[in-house]
């Protein structure tokens, strides 16, 4: 029994030498790895030069003319009640201005162009351009826009950018590569690109509307779909081919619902540039450099509605004016509800008055902003419209508001009304 002991002690001891002698000898070889090893292994290099792709070469050219559009909004907030001290009503009124929203939007003309989605500008009291890393926000107008296209033209004052070569749309291939670059989610991720492919072309995507006279219909449109990546925000931005032109406009996605099971995922589609040329090439013919130096010095923002646009040498009207709402249609018509008339237009010279809902332009109906101004756009100077409008006393006190109170409105009454046109310098139409 002794022996056997002296024995497994021998081993125990002979198993922990060996041990200490490992242990010494790897911590003796980890000492002994010299510096430039860990250096050549930590820091490796990459060559920037010798990595090629189309997506690179597009992002670099185009990227810097892919903007960031902002939609501002004014509410009106009412407060107080009775009357006050002294002479009138107590009830007060306060405006604020608010961002609704954000989109995307890509220069395409060295005087300032900047062509974007209409439902990005759609309803602003005020619409700016932002440039990523940049604390400069640029005051922009919209120039033209075509609501049942989804398409809008924005001009700014001083945007020194670079213009996007415009594509064919039509030569477009199922296939081919689609780059996608646009403000996702706003300026936090300004510029970002996405790549995917053409996934299909003549794509009819049915939206629903209301006509002129209120009745409900529909507008199809033609789009590309593709697969490459669009979120909120990218609306307005660009869609690119590899030769860096701009084939598209990102106006929509599509994205699985909670109310069904279908999941859907990469389903993105984009409005034809082609689309959007007869509109841009419109407002190019009416750009006029001189009314646009003029506006250089402070350029109004605007929208639809602006005052202050340089699209000098058309004739006009000489009102500011929205689109009556669904919502006022009970008691009111359809048309375009004006809010101020300026001093000395041919709207003030024809008896145009703030408050005055416009119906009807030479026997066709008017509806909307958009069906006025696409009517005033097939007269010439010096031309005399029969314009009728829709007047009630109690509407006036509404003019440049945001609301109308239809408890206030009495019944009305249709009138005639004669207007010649001329060119007038900051009308708004």
């Known amino acids: 029994m002794k022996k056997i002991?002296?024995?497994s002690l021998g081993v125990v001891a002979l198993v922990l030498s060996l041990l200490m002698i490992c242990t010494t000898l790897f911590t003796a070889g980890a000492d002994s790895i010299p510096e430039d090893e860990i250096s050549a292994i930590?820091?490796?290099?990459?060559?920037?030069?010798q990595i090629t792709s189309p997506f690179i070469q597009v992002a670099n050219q185009v990227r810097n003319s892919v903007v960031g559009v902002n939609n501002y909004t004014t509410t009106t907030t009412y407060y107080g009640y009775g009357f006050g001290y002294g002479y009138g009503n107590g009830r007060q009124s306060e405006q604020r201005e608010s961002l609704a929203g954000t989109g995307s939007g890509v220069v395409v003309s060295n005087y300032g162009h900047v062509l974007t989605n209409y439902h990005?500008?759609?309803?602003a009291s005020r619409v700016t351009v932002t440039?990523?890393?940049s604390e400069s926000e640029y005051d922009a107008q919209v120039v033209g826009f075509d609501a049942d296209l989804?398409?809008?033209v924005l001009w700014v004052s001083g945007l020194e950018l670079p213009a996007v070569p415009l594509g064919d749309s039509d030569q477009l291939q199922v296939g081919e590569w689609a780059i996608v670059i646009g403000n996702p989610l706003g300026e936090d991720f300004a510029r970002t690109t996405t790549v995917g492919v053409v996934s299909a072309i003549d794509r009819e995507v049915t939206d629903k509307t209301y006509d002129r006279y209120g009745r409900q219909t529909e507008i199809t449109n033609t789009m590309i779909q593709v697969d490459a990546a669009i979120n909120s925000g990218n609306s307005g931005g660009g869609m690119f081919n590899t030769l860096g032109q701009l084939q598209g406009i990102p106006a929509r996605k599509y994205s699985s619902s909670g109310f069904f099971s279908t999941t859907i995922d990469n389903i993105g589609m984009c409005i034809p540039i082609n689309v959007a040329?007869?509109?841009?090439?419109?407002?190019?013919?009416?750009?006029?450099?001189d009314a646009a130096a003029k506006a250089s010095g402070g350029a109004a923002a605007a929208n639809e509605d602006n005052s202050s646009s340089p699209l000098h040498g058309k004739p006009r009207l000489g009102i500011s004016g929205s689109t009556i709402t669904s919502a006022a249609q009970s008691k009111l018509p359809q048309g375009v509800f004006v809010h101020?008339?300026?001093s000395g237009s041919p709207a003030q010279e024809g008896g145009i008055l703030p408050g005055d809902i416009i119906v009807e332009v030479d026997g066709e109906i008017i509806s909307t902003m958009t069906d006025?101004?696409?009517?005033?756009k097939t007269y010439s100077e010096g031309d005399t419209l029969k314009i009728k409008v829709f007047r009630e006393e109690g509407l006036a006190q509404f003019a440049g508001k945001n609301s109308i109170d239809l408890s206030q409105i009495g019944v009305g009454e249709y009138v005639d009304l004669q207007v010649t046109l001329r060119v007038i310098d900051n009308l708004a139409m």
Do not use: C, F
């Open 42 to 49: 930590i820091n490796g290099t990459t060559d920037a030069s």
């Open 277 to 289: 040329k007869p509109l841009l090439a419109e407002v190019l013919r009416a750009y006029d450099s």
């Open 120 to 123: 990005v500008v759609e309803d």
């Open 150 to 152: 989804d398409i809008a």
């Open 5 to 7: 002991r002296s024995r």
């Open 372 to 376: 006025l101004q696409s009517q005033l």
């Open 340 to 342: 101020e008339v300026e």
């Open 131 to 133: 440039i990523a890393n």
